[in-house]
C-alpha cells in the first residue's frame, strides 16, 4: 500500500464523518445562537424586572418613611396630649383633695358642735329628771302632809 492509497483510505472514512460533524456543528450552533437570543431576551427582561423592582422598593420606602413620619408625629400628639390629661388629672386631684379635707374640717366641726350641744342636751335632761325625782319626791311629801292634814281636820272638827 502506498502513501496515496492509505490517505484515499482515510478520505474515505474520515470525510464522510467530517462532514456529518461540520452537519451537526451547524446545527449547534443555530440552536446556540437561539439560546442565546433567548438568554439575550431573558436578561432584558430581568433586567427590566430590576428595574421596576428598585422602581418598586423605592416608592415602598418612601411611603414607608412617610408613615413612619406620620407615626412619629401621631405619637408626639398622643403623648403630649396625654400628658396635659395627666397634668389635668393632676390639678383636678389636687383640687378634689383640698376640697374632701375643707369638707372634712367644716364636718368635723359641726359633729363636735353637734357633741357638745348633745352634751349639754344630756346634762340638761339630767337635771330635769333630777328635778321632775324631787318635784315627784315633794308631791308625795305634799300628798302626805295635806292627807295628814285632812285627817287633823276632821279629827279637830269632831272635837
Do not use: P, Y
Given at each position: 500500500?502506498?502513501k496515496e492509497?492509505i490517505?484515499?483510505?482515510?478520505?474515505k472514512l474520515?470525510l464522510p464523518?467530517?462532514?456529518?460533524?461540520?452537519?451537526n456543528?451547524?446545527?449547534?450552533?443555530?440552536r446556540l445562537?437561539a439560546?442565546?437570543?433567548?438568554?439575550?431576551?431573558?436578561n432584558?427582561h430581568?433586567?427590566?424586572?430590576s428595574r421596576?423592582i428598585d422602581?418598586?422598593?423605592?416608592e415602598?420606602?418612601?411611603k414607608i418613611d412617610e408613615?413612619?413620619?406620620?407615626i412619629?408625629?401621631?405619637r408626639?400628639?398622643l403623648?403630649?396630649?396625654i400628658d396635659?390629661?395627666n397634668k389635668?388629672?393632676d390639678?383636678?386631684r389636687?383640687e378634689?383633695?383640698?376640697?374632701?379635707?375643707?369638707?372634712?374640717?367644716d364636718l368635723t366641726a359641726?359633729i363636735d358642735?353637734?357633741?357638745?350641744?348633745?352634751?349639754?342636751?344630756?346634762?340638761?335632761?339630767?337635771?330635769v329628771?333630777?328635778?321632775?325625782?324631787?318635784?315627784?319626791?315633794?308631791?308625795?311629801v305634799t300628798?302626805?302632809?295635806i292627807t295628814r292634814?285632812?285627817s287633823?281636820?276632821?279629827?279637830t272638827?269632831?272635837?
Open positions: 500500500m502506498d492509497g490517505v484515499t483510505a482515510i478520505k474520515i464523518e467530517l462532514e456529518a460533524i461540520k452537519g456543528q451547524a446545527k449547534m450552533d443555530v445562537d439560546i442565546e437570543k433567548r438568554i439575550s431576551d431573558m432584558g430581568i433586567v427590566d424586572q421596576r422602581e418598586l422598593r423605592a415602598l420606602t418612601a408613615t413612619n413620619k406620620r412619629d408625629e401621631l408626639t400628639d403623648t403630649a396630649r396635659e390629661t389635668r388629672i390639678e383636678l389636687n378634689l383633695t383640698a376640697r374632701i379635707d375643707d369638707v372634712r374640717t359641726r358642735e353637734t357633741n357638745k350641744r348633745v352634751d349639754q342636751l344630756t346634762f340638761q335632761v339630767g337635771k329628771a333630777q328635778e321632775m325625782e324631787r318635784i315627784k319626791r315633794e308631791q308625795v300628798v302626805d302632809i292634814l285632812r287633823l281636820e276632821t279629827k272638827a269632831h272635837l
